[in-house]
């Protein structure tokens, strides 16, 4: 135990007895190769191995192979968390470069529950902005549905994915539970512009922040823990950086629980 745990402290908890005494929800992974990373883990054996060790009850993750190409398909990741249904759950990936699988896609989605939970959006990497018409079926489909939807975000305006245009995007669809990947990192201002604009249907994920020294701090200040959801981009971070990241960070106890647990069931249930 680390001489800056304070005594009787979740973080205690989890150093001393390997959790910390409640569920831990992963809203943010990925699986399968990818051509730019070696990855040590990147199957699903191996993810839910090292997920179960570092505590995690669930994983929602979208497919490299499926974001980058027609050839991998969301019913292949839905045959994958049928082999480990206590652990695994996925975003349906949304590739508007194939506007037909969208829709052939979508169309399943029930039939795909409880497994698939929501969408995920990487407009970024697709070089298509978030407001674009080509993401309009995918968005009117979550919206209509109440669903979550994952987006991929990152700082700098005049992007494809950045806050001005998360911010038009979460106005225009009420529906959808927004889910900012990375919490637009390093565009605070936008991250707690977007958060105190918008009704209750946005969230910021923590993807890449536990790294940096106070951000945790600095993002509960300005927009309160409550608003706040754990992710990893696993298997490009590791499950134990993340959770040390929140564990460690100098807010309350009650706001590691709301990152790390409440706030996914209170949107989710306990069950999902």
């Not at 304070?6 to 990818?34: C, R, T, V």
């Not at 292949?76 to 082999?83: A, D, K």
């Not at 009420?174 to 990375?182: A, N, V």
Request: charged share 20%; with cysteine.
């Amino acid at each position: 135990m680390s001489i800056w745990t304070k005594q009787g402290s979740l973080a205690e908890k989890f150093w001393q007895h390997g959790n910390a005494g409640f569920p831990i929800y992963d809203m943010h992974g990925h699986m399968g190769s990818h051509n730019a990373i070696y990855f040590k883990r990147a199957e699903a054996a191996e993810m839910v191995a090292h997920l179960l060790r570092a505590g995690i009850r669930r994983l929602v993750f979208s497919h490299h192979h499926v974001l980058f190409s027609a050839a991998f398909r969301n019913q292949q990741v839905w045959e994958i968390c049928r082999s480990f249904p206590d652990t695994l759950r996925m975003y349906v990936g949304i590739n508007p470069h194939y506007p037909e699988i969208i829709k052939e896609d979508l169309a399943q989605f029930e039939q795909w529950r409880p497994y698939a939970v929501g969408l995920k959006i990487l407009a970024g990497y697709h070089l298509i902005n978030v407001t674009d018409q080509r993401y309009e079926y995918a968005l009117q489909f979550a919206n209509e549905r109440r669903l979550p939807v994952l987006f991929h975000t990152w700082g700098g305006r005049g992007g494809y994915n950045d806050g001005p245009s998360m911010l038009t995007l979460a106005q225009k669809y009420p529906g959808i539970t927004f889910f900012i990947g990375h919490s637009l990192f390093g565009d605070w201002e936008y991250t707690e512009k977007i958060i105190k604009e918008t009704p209750d249907n946005c969230y910021l994920e923590l993807t890449a922040i536990p790294g940096e020294l106070g951000y945790i701090e600095r993002m509960v200040e300005l927009v309160g823990s409550t608003r706040i959801i754990y992710g990893t981009d696993m298997p490009w971070f590791d499950e134990f950086q993340g959770l040390g990241g929140v564990l460690s960070a100098k807010i309350s106890d009650t706001d590691i629980k709301n990152i790390l647990c409440d706030n996914v069931e209170r949107l989710l249930g306990q069950d999902w």
